[in-house]
């Protein structure tokens, strides 16, 4: 059985940092698409950052710059890294996962086989 079981989300200022893990078991991080994603209230989920099979990292435009995304074999674990935070952060953050590579469409999360529970992250101004 796969489990995606995300940690790390809190309530921080602006300006701070955070740093989401998700622990994977039943299912390996590598060489297969890790993304992350989130949803704030009454918005639709989208993608913050993804690595696939082969170690390349996309980043959609709100983490660019702020936002890095890493995993850990030995752990097998995903991480996020969130630098500077802004109140536009807010959000539920959730790890996907896809057994194989990555899709070029992968940011919309429809291809993800596996899904967390997900992990809040309140930033406050």
């Known amino acids: 059985r796969v489990q995606l079981a995300e940690s790390g989300g809190g309530s921080v200022q602006s300006g701070g940092s955070l740093r989401l893990s998700c622990a994977a078991s039943?299912?390996?991080?590598?060489?297969?698409?890790l993304a992350w994603f989130r949803q704030a209230p009454g918005k639709e989920r989208e993608g913050v950052a993804s690595?696939?099979?082969?170690?390349?990292?996309r980043y959609t435009d709100s983490a660019k710059g702020r936002f890095t995304i890493s995993q850990d074999s030995a752990k097998n674990t995903l991480y996020l890294q969130m630098n500077n935070l802004a109140p536009e952060d807010t959000a539920t953050y959730t790890c996907?996962?896809?057994?194989?590579?990555?899709?070029?469409?992968?940011?919309?999360?429809?291809?993800?086989?596996?899904w967390g529970k997900g992990t809040l992250v309140t930033i406050s101004s």
């Open positions: 039943g299912f390996s991080v590598n060489g297969n698409c």
């Open positions: 996907g996962a896809l057994r194989g590579d990555c899709p070029r469409d992968w940011s919309d999360g429809s291809d993800m086989d596996y």
């Open positions: 690595v696939d099979p082969y170690g390349i990292i």
